[in-house]
């Protein structure tokens, strides 16, 4: 069997994740944490709209539609392509939609459920084209409630933005979501490192999936780890590792970031983490 040969610096995180217990092919589920679960099309519609909110990008985008169907001067083909160009705005918006769940919206917290369109002949779920519930809880009173997106209508470019228009009518949250603006949730001046995607989402769940394997023994307590977190706690081989995830999974973004400044965003995390109940003695 041919060697299997990875980066140097990929190499070095996996051994100092080894030696705590986390072997190689759990990887993929800080990749996850790190890469794949990023609000893309949060930032996506940060960067192409910049500080605009949803419904100012929503009603350019029909201002444009408007004037093509009474336009004559334009020809079939540059009708088709600017038409193609809103398309792609509409997906950018819808994209961001999906990614809303990390706003929180208000005193609204959104989650999403794939939803079968059929099921097979042994009662095993078939999601081509895949469907979605919508559901909120409201984090004060605990009300939810909860809409379906059929597969049909999220899978159709031309149906798609309208479905998620309506679902979140229903919900009664629509108005909170096209007034705010996504730039500030997800980006903000300066250098990427300290866009809240990183500091309040990235670091935040590597930091919790990590801490586990790195509790000196006889240290760890579950009820103190969810009490807020003196400074002094932080392991700095923890940090260290943390580092060198992000700057392997984000070359050229974390380059200049320290432990201090990873040090610091989870100390925010654990400062805006709701005890449960613990008190203090007087």
Request: one cysteine or more; glycine letters at 6%.
């Amino acid at each position: 069997m041919p060697r299997v040969t990875v980066p140097i610096e990929h190499q070095e995180v996996l051994d100092r994740l080894a030696e705590h217990g986390i072997k190689p092919e759990r990887y993929i589920e800080i990749k996850r944490i790190v890469s794949f679960d990023i609000p893309h099309g949060l930032l996506l519609f940060a960067q192409r709209f910049g500080r605009r909110s949803i419904k100012q990008v929503m009603a350019e985008v029909a201002r444009w539609r408007k004037f093509l169907g009474s336009d004559a001067l334009l020809t079939d083909d540059e009708k088709h392509a600017i038409a193609r160009m809103l398309q792609g705005a509409e997906q950018v918006v819808c994209q961001a939609l999906m990614d809303a769940s990390l706003l929180n919206i208000g005193p609204w917290v959104i989650t999403a459920e794939a939803l079968p369109t059929t099921h097979d002949k042994d009662g095993k779920p078939i999601y081509v084209p895949m469907g979605l519930r919508i559901a909120t809880t409201n984090r004060t009173t605990g009300e939810r409630h909860s809409v379906d997106i059929a597969g049909a209508e999220l899978n159709d470019p031309t149906k798609r933005l309208g479905a998620w228009k309506r679902a979140f009518e229903q919900l009664g949250i629509w108005d909170l979501i096209e007034k705010g603006r996504v730039y500030p949730h997800v980006m903000r001046g300066g250098v990427p490192r300290s866009w809240p995607t990183f500091t309040k989402v990235v670091i935040p769940r590597l930091y919790d999936y990590l801490r586990p394997h790195y509790q000196r023994r006889g240290h760890y307590s579950e009820k103190r780890d969810e009490m807020k977190a003196p400074k002094a706690q932080f392991q700095r081989e923890l940090l260290e590792v943390m580092l060198l995830i992000l700057r392997h999974e984000h070359p050229g973004t974390f380059e200049e970031m320290t432990i201090n400044h990873i040090k610091a965003d989870v100390q925010h995390h654990f400062e805006r983490r709701p005890s449960r109940g613990t008190k203090t003695s007087k």
